[in-house]
């Protein structure tokens, strides 16, 4: 278990906070690869990123291609939501958050500097991700040099903090909601 009934909220809250940055700090950590959903007036959508860094402020850290729907998506409405799961503590988070998407400017260059060799690919495909292509070997294709032309960093400053501890029938929950720069906290029914 991560959380116990015993524990203050601001326990809980620091206790949820510290898995958070484990995610990040350890690439096998369940919270490194978590699901976010994006949505438009037109379309809803779900997909697994990496969580790539998260700042003292909570901010979470998610890098991608400039071209993916994911960043339309979050460019076209901010709203977006994180789901994580951690199966051996049996804990869920979800976070919700406004995105804020970063390219070409001091934070994308900054972060393209940790991204190392082959992981460039990632972000500089000649083919568009989520193009249609005739076989797979169409998507491979990579310029000599990769540049950061379409890194993208999207930034999640998280509003909604909801975690549900799972234990037998006595199930625990609890949510932090951030307003005017600070936590509020409270048990919720499960």
Known sequence: MLFHDQESLSEIFHTVRHELHRGVLDS???FRYVSLATQTDEDLDLRCVV???IDDDLNFYIFSDARTRKVLHADTNPKVALLMYHPS???QVR???LATIHRKDEL???MWSKVQG???KAYTPQIAPGSRI???EAAHQWPETMDDENFTVIKISPYYIDALQLNAQEHLRVEFSKSEGEWDMNWIAP
């Open 95 to 97: 976070i919700k958050g």
């Open 89 to 91: 503590k049996r804990v």
């Open 28 to 30: 096998k950590h369940p």
């Open 134 to 136: 005739a076989n797979p």
């Open 51 to 53: 969580l790539r860094e």
């Open 118 to 120: 082959e992981a460039k």
């Open 108 to 110: 994308s260059s900054k």
